[in-house]
């Protein structure tokens, strides 16, 4: 049974609340965010029990919060579902591996995707390759996911690189990661890491999170959305270079 003190409570439920506004302004971060900051306070093992709730039900609702779910499905099946299927492979790999590889792993990717997004490159795939490299890169999401609890890198990329509209782009990213999260809790539920001690922690985070992203909703109207990005990616740049470099 994990026994936490009240203030690392508190510091987990005031992550959650950061992490669900940047959610509610951009359309994703809340797993980045939270892994990035809670694995240096809690573990990579528990952190990525602690999200799998609160991000399975918030990317679920930005799944259905759109008209393009069947269309988005029909177009690009073979990449949610080998981004699926392959978490399996991921969550195994992680059992073999040290938890401070893993860790080192997500710092990594959140780096990389950082400087990415701050560097703006965008990849443009030909529609006769999009099903070969969805699937590909699929896999690849799906282990990631596995390893480290975040599923941003490199399916995103894939998304966007194929060339989705902004409404089109903001559903498909919540159809990747609710399947992501779904995926996920069954491996972690698998590998005895979510268990009803953290499962308890993950249910409460979700309050804190959705009440980031109706403070996010708000923010949104005020300041515009590439500014919040720049900020965001920034700070990610930054948490993941903190991440390498004290598991190096």
Known sequence: MIDYQISTIVIIMLVFIFAGTIKGVVGLGLPPVVLGI???????????????LPALITNFYQAVSGSHGKLLWQDHWHFFLAATVSIALGCWLALQVNPANMSLVLGLLLFSYAALGLTKITLSIDKRWEPTAGFTLGIANGVFTGLTGSSAVPGVFYLQSVGLPKDKLIQAMGILFTCSSLGLSIGLFWMNILTISTGAISLIALVPAIIGMMIGGKIRSFISVQLFQRIFFFSL????????ATHL
């Open 237 to 244: 740049l930054l948490l993941g270079g903190y991440i390498v």
């Open 38 to 52: 809670l694995t240096a306070l809690t573990g990579i093992h528990s952190a990525m029990a602690m999200v799998a």
